[in-house]
């Protein structure tokens, strides 16, 4: 099927998922398998996240959270981490505008202590320079971890207990969410793993409780809108029950 007539049957069938999560991943294979340097393959990666981000607004997604950079990504050789660096600034320097004028509002997660301070300034720029984008809101998910993410709400709140803000008994679902990096944004409907692993690589271990999951063969680079639309049609064909049995009503 053409991408237009998926994304036809997604507007007929309605209720698209609100916020979509992907593991972009397979950037180094496709390279390798060109016999070009993985740097090559985390390029050709930079143009499918524009491919997707105008997928997304065409289909109606609120949210997209996009996994760049793993605080296990550290460990990779310098070469490959400044060079994914590089691509983050290039990204920056070349799409802000667009996503400007796309009304696209860029938040950058992660725990950012790590990031160069010409990266850092990169950052903040383009997301002072898309406050307020409506049609959606994109997460670049950036030296992130979710069991860090997870920590670092617990030791906020013991902070908060210590300084007698908050007591152990107000600790619940809700409290811990308002700490982790994505607070106020409802949970990824539909998690995406490009290149066929059947792993969640400590992404969002907290938010994709009740997440519907995609894997996809293809490699990042080679991942298009008609991939994404695919993924969106078959999300549509779920029965999500959240734990309840089939026809209880599920608050949206
Ligand atoms: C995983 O592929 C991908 C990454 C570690 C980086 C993702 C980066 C991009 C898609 C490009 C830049 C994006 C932005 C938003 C500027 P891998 O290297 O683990 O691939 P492999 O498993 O085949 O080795």
């Known amino acids: 099927m053409k991408s237009s007539e998926l994304l036809a049957k997604i507007k007929l ?7 979509v999560a992907i593991i972009m ?8 398998s060109r016999n070009l340097p993985r740097t090559a393959g985390h390029r050709a990666g930079m143009e499918a996240v524009r491919e997707v981000i105008e997928g997304s607004i065409e289909a109606g997604i609120e949210v997209l959270t996009l996994f760049a950079f793993s605080t296990e990504n550290w460990q990779r050789p310098s070469i490959e981490i400044n060079a994914l660096m590089g691509l983050l600034r290039l990204y ?24 160069d301070s010409t990266t850092r300034k990169a950052i903040k ?10 049609k959606l809101r994109l997460n670049l998910m950036i030296s992130y971890s979710g069991r860090k993410d997870l920590v670092e ?23 811990l969410s ?13 998690l995406i793993r490009t290149s066929g692993e059947f792993r969640v690589s400590n992404f969002m271990l907290w938010q994709i409780a009740y997440t519907e999951l995609s894997i996809v063969f293809t490699l990042w680079p080679d991942f298009s ?13 779920r029965d999500r029950r959240f734990g309840r049995i089939a026809g209880q009503r599920i608050p949206r």
């Open 13 to 19: 069938h309605g209720k698209p998922p609100r916020h």
């Open 125 to 134: 720029d383009i997301t002072t320079e898309t406050v307020g984008g409506s």
């Open 25 to 32: 991943d397979g950037n180094g294979r496709w390279a390798e």
């Open 178 to 190: 308002e700490r982790l990096y994505t607070a106020g944004i409802s949970d990824p409907d539909l």
């Open 92 to 115: 920056i320097q070349k799409e802000t505008d667009r996503l400007r004028r796309m009304d696209v509002e860029v938040h950058v997660l992660g725990d950012l202590s790590n990031v």
């Open 225 to 237: 809108r008609k991939d994404l639309f695919s993924a969106i049609c078959d999300y549509q064909l």
């Open 153 to 175: 709400a617990c030791r906020l709140f013991a902070e908060e207990v210590s300084k007698q803000e908050m007591s152990p008994e107000d600790l619940n679902e809700e409290i």
